[in-house]
């Protein structure tokens, strides 16, 4: 059996397989025995994406993957046939019938006719993958995808079929919509067609006579103690704080949701994975406890009760005032420092000099809504907490309780503030070429480089939109077809027929279908996440295996700082030390090819002669 292992940017492997059966037995197999530092596997229709906590990891899988036995049918296991009652009268039914050369009756009829099997989740919680239905239906995606797809909808696409759980967007073919609840949390298993169903669409005239199948009652209406029931948890603790007004958009975000990719659940979590670290850091909470991010400012709270917060991420003014009650004028607070707020007392957050993002920690942390193990929220599925509303009263934990994935990258990301140009120069993001650069044409392939796109307002959570700068044209595809759906990542440079690139960010969906030219490095999402509509973008090609620091002023990107604080702990001492930042960059790089059993040594032998002069100066 022929396999072949592309690189995902600097943390993920993609694997690909003859067919279906081989996937999803490599997929079984990883799952049984899984490589050191795995933290996703993906199954898609020829591929599996495999995402690791670092580059050493995923390079020690890439040796031992090719040697793995698969076993095809390990993979496959009974499940409980679905029904999904369907009204057909989908927005592309008729354009759909017309591309076929079949009347809109015959379409209704082939669609419905066909026992449709789960091969495999993905693109949203609750999205499944359904295949073996009437060959004639193998129909392209849309060139251009949808922004909004209602949930409910019932589609097709390159040969596959599904029903659309959640809005979101998608470029797929919408023959018809149901009412069926596709994604609930609630329930003990929260996808109502998981992997080897059996699936049948049963058309009705309108949805006052759908009704849940005898097939499917007990599942759908089963509710089981899962993190649903964890809804209701801000109601056990009184509210520490209100939100008085919650700016342009404040969210509740932590280290999110990663090692569910397979069953749809994206990652999601701050943008900015340091700057909430930080923040959590100044506030006294362990880096993935949950926050608040702040779109370009404006959020003002009030303490409940005393608390003490913290802010950090784009830079920009923070200001205090006494409680409301004759209070004096606003007053400056800095940032990354601990900020005590007294019953009464305010804070807010301006809109920032630079950059996008702001990320406000409580310590703490904060009580949201948690699903599946996380209080982010997520804009693509709707999952954890909702946005932050005006009068919204947010309960915090007890201190050092915080939001910790059950998988979790080897270092820290972003141990310093992503760099923000002034404008005048482009944001530079660091990529990997691939996985599926062979798709474009020679000169939009090595030019890609070299040339600036900008974003646009349409950019979110989900992906940063781009647009051509320079009068210069969309980029080029070398060869025709659809792509076979495949895994992403949060770095993913997608090119849909377009020829406009949409980086994807941590609320991306799982798999995509259109070519993926490039994955942004791990090490520079956090800068991806700070930058603004208009600004302008390069993306500089990397080796993942020698990836160098970007240069000062090298396209507003800035080197490693020249100086890194660090607080210490040592003999029972808490002491405060600063290393030059080539040598903090050199601790990253020796952590990030430790593996999980000598990291912790590596850090106390490179840090022990710091710790000791430090100690002795003290004195």
């Known amino acids: 059996m022929t396999v072949r292992i592309r690189d995902v940017g600097d943390r993920a492997l993609l694997v690909e397989l003859p067919g279906l059966d081989d996937v999803l037995g490599l997929a079984a197999a990883l799952r049984a025995a899984p490589p050191d530092g795995v933290i996703d596997i993906v199954p898609a229709t020829t591929t599996v994406l495999v995402t690791f906590s670092g580059r050493a990891a995923a390079r020690a899988a890439a040796e031992t993957i090719p040697r793995i036995r698969i076993a095809p049918d390990a993979a496959r296991r009974g499940a409980a046939a679905v029904v999904i009652d369907t009204v057909y009268d989908g927005p592309d039914l008729r354009a759909t019938a017309e591309l076929l050369g079949l009347s809109t009756e015959a379409l209704v009829a082939a669609h419905s006719g066909s026992d449709w099997i ?156 340091g700057a909430l670290a930080r923040a959590n850091a100044a506030a006294g909470n362990p880096a993935h406890a949950a926050g608040i991010e702040s779109l370009n400012g404006g959020i003002t709270i009030e303490a409940n009760a005393p608390i003490v917060v913290a802010v950090a991420g784009a830079p920009g003014p923070i200001e205090r005032r006494g409680a409301t009650d004759g209070s004096p ?85 972003g141990r310093e503030p ?85 980086l994807f960010l941590a609320d991306r969906p799982v798999t995509g279908g259109y070519p993926v030219i490039g994955t942004v490095i791990d090490a520079d999402l956090d800068r991806a996440a700070q930058v603004r509509p208009g600004e302008r973008i390069r993306f500089q090609p990397v080796d993942p295996d020698r990836i160098a620091p970007l240069e000062r002023g090298a396209g507003g990107a800035r080197e490693r700082p020249h100086a890194v604080p660090l607080t210490l702990e040592a003999d029972g001492r808490r002491i405060g030390v600063t290393i030059p930042g080539a040598l903090a960059a050199a601790l990253d790089r020796l952590i990030s090819e430790a593996s999980a059993d000598t990291a912790e040594s590596t850090i106390a032998a490179f840090l022990e002669p710091i710790v000791r002069e430090s100690l002795l100066a003290s004195d």
């Open 418 to 502: 992503a760099p923000a140009p002034d404008g005048t120069e482009p944001h530079v993001l660091r990529y990997v070429p691939g996985p599926r650069d062979d798709w474009f044409a020679e000169a939009s392939r090595s030019g890609f480089g070299a040339r600036e796109w900008v974003a646009t307002a349409q950019s979110n959570r989900i992906g940063v939109r781009l647009a051509t700068a320079n009068a210069e044209p969309p980029l080029e595809r070398a060869r025709d077809g659809e792509l076979p759906t495949e895994g992403t990542v949060a770095g993913s440079i997608q090119i849909p027929p377009s020829g406009l690139p949409v």
């Open 329 to 413: 004028a606003w007053e400056p607070a800095e940032a990354e420092t601990s900020i005590p707020l007294a019953a009464g007392e305010r804070l807010r957050l301006g809109a920032p000099e630079t950059g996008l993002r702001r990320y406000l920690a409580v310590r703490g942390g904060i009580l949201g809504r948690r699903e599946l193990g996380s209080a982010a929220h997520d804009s693509l599925s709707g999952m954890g907490t909702p946005p932050l509303a005006r009068g919204a009263r947010l309960a915090i934990g007890a201190a050092g309780e915080g939001t910790a994935p059950e998988t979790a990258p080897e270092t820290s990301p």
């Open 118 to 273: 789960a091969a495999f989740g993905g693109f949203a919680p609750g999205f499944a993958y359904l295949t073996g239905g009437d060959p004639r239906l193998a129909v392209p995606r849309l060139s251009t995808p949808r922004t909004a797809v209602p949930a409910g909808s019932v589609a097709i696409a390159g040969g596959f079929s599904a029903v659309y759980p959640g809005e979101s967007p998608g470029g797929w073919r919408l023959l018809g919509r149901t009412e069926a609840r596709l994604w609930d949390t609630a329930r003990e298993a929260p996808a109502l067609i998981e992997p080897g169903a059996s699936v049948r669409f049963r058309p009705i005239r309108d949805t006052a006579t759908a009704g849940v199948s005898a097939e499917t009652a007990g599942r759908a209406g089963s509710a089981g103690p899962g993190d649903g029931d964890a809804a209701g948890r801000p109601d056990a603790a009184a509210p520490a704080l209100t939100i008085i007004d919650p700016g342009f958009l404040a969210l509740v975000e932590d280290g999110g949701r990663p090692g569910r990719a397979a069953i749809g659940v994206t990652g999601s979590g701050a943008l900015d994975r």
